[in-house]
Antibody, heavy 116, light 105 residues
Framework: EVQLVESGGGLVQPGESLRLSCAAS????????MHWVRQAPGKGLVWVSR????????TYADSGKGRFTISRDNAKNTLYLQMDSLRAEDTAVYYC?????????WGQGTMVTVSS | SLVLTQPPSVSVAPGKTARIACGGT??????VHWYQQNPGQAPVLVVY???DRPSGIPERFSGSNSGDTATLIISRVEAGDEADYYC????????FGGGTKLTVL
């Protein structure tokens, strides 16, 4: 069974940083492009970033350009999202998602709250 | 990038057919995927590539896509289908619709 487990969320103040992790089991992550998607409380899904299979190509939504960095460690079967200069509007549940046929596997999400 | 417009809510009686629209300029030229999300849970893929179903998804779920509108079709609606539904395409990045809350009356 494929499992994606996010961690690293929490409460931070504006301007601070967080690194989210997404650990995979039951699947070899290096076979897939991987994505981060977020969802603010009571709001819809918003795509954040993606990374190709070997980590050499990344793409970001405008909201995270210059502040977020997606990366992966295929040896550890883990995806990351480094988030710097966090803002109140970054408050959301962050999901990692596998791109198979569309986003066919999602983690359970990790909550990030940015507040003073 | 493309903007995808969904109705905020759709209501349907049990046993009837629900149709959830996803509008976007020339969306018919793109591949559309649909996700179901229950409260407090992660999204689940229910239709991919406009009209295909992942394994484990009931045949009651189907889709169509033409012109400026893609549609998720849920036949013989059950109480357990009540959830939020999101359409998604790739257009210079991943784009999601705003989501539709399906209420089963």
């Amino acid at each position: 069974e494929v499992q994606l487990v996010e961690s690293g969320g929490g409460l931070v103040q504006p301007g601070e940083s967080l690194r989210l992790s997404c650990a995979a089991s039951g699947v070899t992550l290096s076979n897939y492009w991987m994505h981060w998607v977020r969802q603010a409380p009571g709001k819809g899904l918003v795509w954040v970033s993606r990374i190709n299979r070997d980590g050499t190509s990344t793409t970001y939504a405008d909201s995270g350009k210059g502040r977020f960095t997606i990366s992966r460690d295929n040896a550890k079967n883990t995806l990351y999202l480094q988030m710097d200069s966090l803002r109140a509007e970054d408050t959301a549940v962050y999901y990692c998602a596998r791109e198979g046929v569309a986003f066919d596997n999602w983690g359970q999400g990790t909550m990030v709250t940015v507040s003073s | 990038s493309l903007v995808l417009t969904q109705p905020p809510s759709v209501s349907v009686a049990p046993g009837k057919t629900a149709r959830i629209a996803c509008g976007g300029t020339n969306i018919g030229s793109k591949t559309v995927h649909w996700y179901q999300q229950n409260p407090g849970q992660a999204p689940v893929l229910v239709v991919y590539d406009d009209s295909d179903r992942p394994s484990g998804i009931p045949e009651r779920f189907s889709g169509s896509n033409s012109g400026d509108t893609a549609t998720l079709i849920i036949s013989r609606v059950e109480a357990g289908d009540e959830a939020d539904y999101y359409c998604q395409v790739w257009d210079r990045g991943v784009v999601f619709g705003g989501g539709t809350k399906l209420t089963v009356l």
